[in-house]
């Protein structure tokens, strides 16, 4: 994948340890955190909502740096590839928002070493990337990539190019107002989870996005090279519901389902890749995922 093609992203910026989600300029505390959880879990609301809520009100982001700082990761290549991918992202989505109508608001990505506080509460390294609609930024350890390799063997730039523009779909479903549908349901008392429910057609809808990106970002720089699109189907394939399910307890659980099986998030990457289309990412109206 010749990465060096892309422009560069200024959105990218370095967390540090634990920074984050700091009303008033000081940190939520973990008790804090704990007590919202449980009034959530009481009261039927999402408490990752509850906590985006606070952010909001508090104007706050989700990281405490908002430059690198001398010693930062930002220095290094593999920061540089990130701030190209983002930056792509931020090329192809503007465009598509512009052609409907809308205007693309570009997403921060934070990059952060061993646990953050984000709108969305604390989280770590094991937990993988994720995406805050409550801050709308987007979460990378670097590390990640490295466990990706090593655990799931999906190693290659496109494959960790796929990691970052599924987390940038998700900032789009946000943008669209589908993830506030989803949290809508959610409120409501409504079974998320399952391989037919609303989480895994969230998930899958971001991987088609991620293939759609992918599919304008290949015609817009020509930068695949031979076995890149490999590459992102095995990280696909190697994170879907089954095959992490099997790894870890020995048996496929389809109720516990949140991100659709290998073969689904294959397929939906591929169509997203293969269509370059929004429309065709529909998920929530397809019959068969």
């Known amino acids: 994948m010749q990465w060096k093609r892309a422009r560069r992203s200024d959105n990218v910026v370095d967390g540090g340890s634990g920074g984050g989600f700091r009303p008033g300029g000081k940190g939520l505390s973990l008790g804090a955190v704990v007590l919202i959880v449980g009034f959530g879990l009481i009261t039927g609301q999402d408490p990752l909502q509850i906590l985006g809520q606070l952010a909001d009100q508090a104007g706050v982001t989700g990281s405490s740096v908002q430059q690198p700082s001398a010693k930062s990761p930002a ?3 593999q920061t540089d590839f990130v701030r190209a991918v983002l930056g792509d992202t931020e090329d192809t989505w503007r465009q598509i928002f512009q052609q409907a109508g809308r205007q693309y608001q570009d997403p921060t990505l934070v990059l952060f070493n061993g646990s953050v506080r984000s709108a969305c509460g604390m989280a770590s390294a094991a ?5 805050c609609p409550g801050d709308r930024q987007v979460y990378l350890d670097l590390s990640f990539f490295r ?3 090593q655990r799931f063997g999906a190693a290659g730039d496109f494959a960790q190019a796929y990691v970052i523009a599924h987390e940038v779909g ?9 993830s506030a549908k989803v949290q809508a349901a959610r409120q409501r ?14 998930e899958l809808q971001a991987d088609c996005l991620a293939g759609v990106w992918a599919h304008h970002a290949q015609q817009r720089l020509q930068w695949l090279e031979a076995g890149d699109l490999e590459e992102a189907l095995n990280a696909a394939n190697a994170i879907g519901d089954d095959r992490l399910q099997q790894q870890s307890r020995g048996q496929v659980m389809p109720d516990a389902f949140t991100h659709g099986t290998s073969t689904q998030r294959v397929r939906w990457f591929k169509t997203g890749f293969v269509q370059g289309k929004v429309g065709q990412c529909d998920t929530f109206k397809a019959r068969t995922l």
């Open 75 to 77: 220095n290094n290549q």
């Open 170 to 178: 998700h900032h789009v479903q946000t943008l669209l107002g589908v």
């Open 189 to 202: 008392g409504e079974t998320l989870e399952g391989d037919n429910g609303l989480l895994v057609r969230q």
């Open 127 to 131: 937990s993988g990337p994720f995406y």
């Open 147 to 149: 466990e990706l390799e």
